[in-house]
């Protein structure tokens, strides 16, 4: 059923849904168009309309082959919409489903890509904060690069940003997927170009591994080992990647690359990456461990309409009307932090979780991929008074409750707890007893960490 956007442009058909909205395959006058409507709980948010117009300019002279370009902005009515070039082909999130690992040599390939797609908008003053698999379109019909790499382009620039309300982007609220955060944003700084440069070097991780360094359990603990813990080289993987990827996984923001760099040292890497097959990394199913996870995982190729069913984590009503949900994060590696080079993973598992809106979930956020968390302070962070400090391990112990990330995605279906598509389930949680549980104990707990606001951040 098409559908009028504006006085140029028409909707045809649903090419996917996202936490923002609901994106459309479109005619303009220019010819197909890929049209983000934007959910009308967020369109009818007047500051957010304001912010949105405010970004055009910047989000309109951002043109690169490696960026999706934003080609109109649209406000008509209760319709907010972003419309983009059209790229025909699949995201990464749903090739590394499909594919589970990918070559190190295409996975290198897609994210030199997304580190020159970062490298003009970082060099045009734009930050992305949610670089993640879901925000990197492969263009099937663009000749394909080194290993049969698709090229890859990075979309969503701003978006973050915009669906941020001024009540959420506080200095001391989290906005983000919790597997790609970058220690500073947890401790409450204000993001930088070098955030989008660990969320690279997160993703090109994932690409290698099948799961990211840090993710898996609950998100206050993937919050904390953003900050706290280290990761270890993955299994057979060329040393100079592993130095790249270590670098760019700095905690101190000034000891990564810079995006121009990543992207010079990622090519340089791409003749004696050649042929390499994926990374044999051991998945042992493990049973009798119930992971944290809530939703439903779509099977591989149904698309990702739906995909909501995958997100709803739990959630809580912040006390300002807002409902914010938190996040099932995707496997980790278990024998990061201590210098282990355990080969065991689990299935990645219901991705994170906040439909970023006044009110709860609209049926176009059946999809979340955000987190809203309060960010901890300095002592729960380092452990300490709160008890959030675990014993050390010894170097290749399995943390406490790693287990679940060795079980195969078939035990961890089995396994989910499914909330419901898209629902939030509201929990609410008072004071700061709700974070010390969710992290003390490296995921073990369903206790969400509570929402707390504070000063907006500049
Ligand atoms: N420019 C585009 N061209 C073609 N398909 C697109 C385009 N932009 C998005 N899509 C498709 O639409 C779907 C939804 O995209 P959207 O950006 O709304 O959500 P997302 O990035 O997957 O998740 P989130 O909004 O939570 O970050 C995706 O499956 C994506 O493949």
């Known amino acids: 059923m098409a559908r009028k956007i504006g006085s140029r442009y028409t909707a045809h058909q649903i090419l996917g849904r996202g936490s923002a909205g609901t994106v459309w395959l479109g005619e303009g006058p220019d010819g197909p168009v890929a049209i983000k409507l934007l959910r009308e709980d967020l369109a009818s948010d007047g500051d957010l309309v304001e912010r949105f117009m405010q970004e055009r300019s910047a989000l309109l002279c951002l043109d690169h082959p490696s960026v999706v370009g934003v080609r109109d902005l649209v406000v008509d009515g209760n319709d907010l919409a972003l419309v983009m070039q059209l790229v025909r082909g699949t995201d990464l999130r749903t090739r590394l489903e499909h594919d589970r690992r990918i070559a190190p040599q295409p996975a290198v390939s897609i994210a030199a890509d997304i580190a020159d797609a970062l490298a003009a908008a970082h060099t045009a003053g734009i930050v992305h904060r949610d670089v993640k698999p879901e925000n990197v379109l492969l263009d099937a019909l663009a000749p394909a690069g080194p290993g049969g790499a698709p090229p890859a382009l990075l979309t969503d620039f701003g978006v973050a940003k ?8 506080r200095a001391t609220s989290i906005i983000g997927t919790p597997d790609y955060l970058a220690p500073e944003i947890v401790e409450g700084l204000p993001p930088r170009a070098s955030v989008d440069i660990y969320a690279l070097a997160t993703v090109l991780y994932e690409l290698l591994a099948g799961f990211t360094p840090f993710g898996g359990g609950h998100p206050g603990a993937v919050l904390r080992r953003h ?3 280290s990761v270890a080289p993955l299994p057979g993987i060329p040393d100079e990647l592993w130095l790249l ?11 990564r690359l810079r995006a121009e760099e990543v992207a010079v040292r990622l090519r340089e890497l791409l003749p004696d990456l050649e042929g390499l097959p994926p990374l044999d990394i051991d998945e042992q199913p ?8 809530y939703g439903e995982s779509e099977p591989p190729g149904e698309g990702r309409q739906g995909y909501g069913e995958q997100g709803g984590g739990p959630a809580r009503a912040d006390g300002h009307g807002r409902t914010t949900a938190s996040a099932g994060t995707g496997s980790r590696h278990p024998g990061t932090g201590d210098g282990a080079t355990a080969t065991s993973r689990t299935g990645r598992t219901g991705r994170a979780a906040v439909p970023l809106v006044h009110g709860g979930a609209s049926p176009d956020s059946n999809r979340d991929t ?3 968390m309060r960010v901890p302070g300095a002592d729960e962070l380092a452990g300490g008074a709160h008890g959030t400090a675990r014993a ?3 170097a290749g112990a399995p943390r406490a409750g790693s ?5 195969s995605p078939a035990a961890m279906r089995r396994r989910r707890i499914k909330l419901g598509a898209g629902a939030a389930v509201i929990v609410a949680v008072a004071g700061l007893g709700g974070w010390f549980a969710a992290s003390g104990d490296d995921g073990e707990s369903t206790q969400p960490a509570p929402a707390v606001e504070h000063p907006q951040e500049p």
């Open 286 to 293: 493990e049973e009798g461990y119930e992971p944290y996870e």
């Open 370 to 372: 955000h987190t809203s």
């Open 162 to 169: 915009l669906i941020d309300s001024p009540r959420t982007t």
């Open 227 to 229: 900050v706290t813990e």
């Open 403 to 407: 287990a679940r990330n060795r079980l």
């Open 245 to 255: 990827i270590h670098q760019c996984l700095a905690k101190a923001p000034a000891s």
């Open 392 to 394: 050390p391990r010894a």
